[in-house]
């Protein structure tokens, strides 16, 4: 014959313990891996905007970030980043290089697209509508969250790659060509993944889409 | 081609993150920004620690102290504040590196330009006596390796005498004086005798310190005008 056991309030205390542990290591560790959960995400239609034409929304993981473009100080660049914005062409496409806390780079057409990404040539792709000439003459200040085309080492090399900084950065000052600023969402892009150990990332995180606000 | 990818993939993985924007810009480690706002827009840099640089790192440099830093800025400024930021932008040099003790392959320079990277390097510990004068010495050098095809070293070499030859190198040879010559005879320096380019340097170094009396020596008179009109066709406005 079985005895029944009763157990005592103590032991369950303890197991009652034991399962609000759980409970909470549980939502800890899903707190902890939910690298957006602190990210506030703007939804452009609740901001008004001085020049909506020149707004443009790049939706990433953990929400969007919103760029003002200026035209009057790199015509020809902002120009390029539209016409690419428009036939779409940076959706779905990596940020390949990124520095933690400095910045970070996406727009690699050729070789940093999600279903076709190269690890061996990302950074090096091409538009294919070519060069254009750098815009380095107009006063610009590189403060966090500015918005630059990348070059190769030689001006007049822009394409399609862009980068953001996270920090102010006044050597980009004549160096590289500015297109617009963050006006919101720049700690979405401090959530972009990164390595330590590089500046080029595995298994990177990817623009999900760019538009233009109108 | 999938063995290849897997050697790059695992040299980015080895290769660590530089998150340095002067390296980013000018591939020279160790280096702090000394100056960023100057008249004409030159970026002034130091070196915080020894640094290497070359694909075999044979050009090596090393730190310097506050005080010299401080001292020789105010020289290397005063010197290259002569330069208009326009004419700085047309030939390329945006950056001067302070350091001491520079050498190339063990052999000590007083300075090395970078046309590419928009960079001079300085030994600030180079002999004090033509410190000044080698500040424009180097700076010729950007100003020849942006414009290679103007400063025709074949055209140069037919203003000296028909025997005269120039060294293969210049350091294949001992003629390193930088003394100004009293009876010129063609060559400011005897360093102008190991090569064109050199030879030009020093002309443009002396035109610029105004160490250049207009003498009966026709061969200095012919470089000399060789030199000016082409600054000329460099930048119009370009004064010496």
Redesign the interface.
């Known amino acids: 014959m079985i005895k029944k056991i009763k157990a005592s309030l103590f032991e369950k205390l303890i197991f009652i313990f034991l399962i609000l542990l759980a409970i909470f290591a549980l939502s800890f560790t899903i707190v902890i891996n939910n690298k957006c959960l602190f990210v506030k995400n703007f939804d452009p239609r609740k901001i008004e905007f001085t020049e909506p034409e020149n707004v443009v929304v790049i939706n990433a993981e953990c929400g969007n970030v919103i760029i003002e473009l200026y035209p009057e100080v790199s015509p020809k660049a902002v120009m390029r980043f539209k016409n690419l914005i428009k036939s779409n062409s940076y959706d779905d496409v990596a940020f390949h290089r990124v520095i933690k806390d400095k910045l970070v780079q996406a727009g690699d057409l050729e070789f940093g697209k999600k279903d076709k990404l190269d690890y061996a040539k990302i950074g090096t792709g091409k538009s294919g509508l070519g060069t254009i000439k750098s815009e380095i003459d107009a006063e610009f200040y590189f403060k966090k969250g500015s918005v630059g085309l990348a070059r190769s080492l030689k001006y007049n090399t822009e394409d399609s790659q862009f980068f953001i900084i996270l920090d102010d950065e006044p050597l980009f000052e004549g160096e590289y060509t500015p297109i617009g600023r963050v006006v919101y969402g720049i700690k979405v892009l401090e959530k972009i993944k990164y390595s330590h150990r590089s500046e080029y990332v595995l298994r990177p995180d990817f623009i999900n889409t760019i538009r233009m606000y109108q | 081609m999938r063995i290849?990818?897997v050697f790059?993939?695992s040299f980015?993985?080895?290769?660590?993150?530089?998150?340095n924007?002067?390296y980013n810009?000018i591939k020279i480690p160790n280096l702090e920004?000394y100056r960023?706002k100057t008249s004409n827009?030159l970026?002034y840099f130091y070196a915080e620690r020894p640094f290497k640089l070359g694909v075999q790192k044979n050009i090596n440099c090393t730190n310097s102290n506050k005080k010299n830093y401080d001292e020789k800025y105010e020289i290397i400024s005063k010197n290259l504040n002569r330069y208009s930021k326009n004419f700085l932008k047309k030939i390329n040099l945006?950056y001067i590196v302070m350091c001491e003790d520079l050498t190339i392959s063990g052999i000590n320079t007083a300075g090395i330009p970078d046309h590419?990277?928009k960079t001079l390097i300085i030994d600030l510990k180079f002999n004090k006596k033509y410190f000044e004068r080698v500040i424009h010495h180097e700076l010729f050098h950007v100003i020849n390796d942006g414009f290679k095809d103007l400063f025709n070293e074949n055209e140069w070499k037919k203003f000296n005498e028909k025997n005269f030859k120039y060294s293969e190198c210049s350091t294949c040879s001992k003629k390193l004086g930088l003394d100004t010559y009293q009876n010129t005879n063609g060559f400011f320096t005897e360093y102008s005798k190991t090569i064109p380019s050199e030879d030009m340097a020093e002309v443009f170094s002396h035109l610029i310190k105004n160490r250049y009396q207009d003498t009966n020596d026709n061969i200095l008179n012919q470089k000399v005008k060789f030199i000016k009109d082409k600054l000329k066709k460099i930048d119009n406005t370009f004064k010496f």
């Open positions: 290849f990818k790059l993939l980015i993985l080895i290769v660590p993150v530089k998150a924007t002067i810009l920004i960023l827009d970026k945006k590419v990277m």
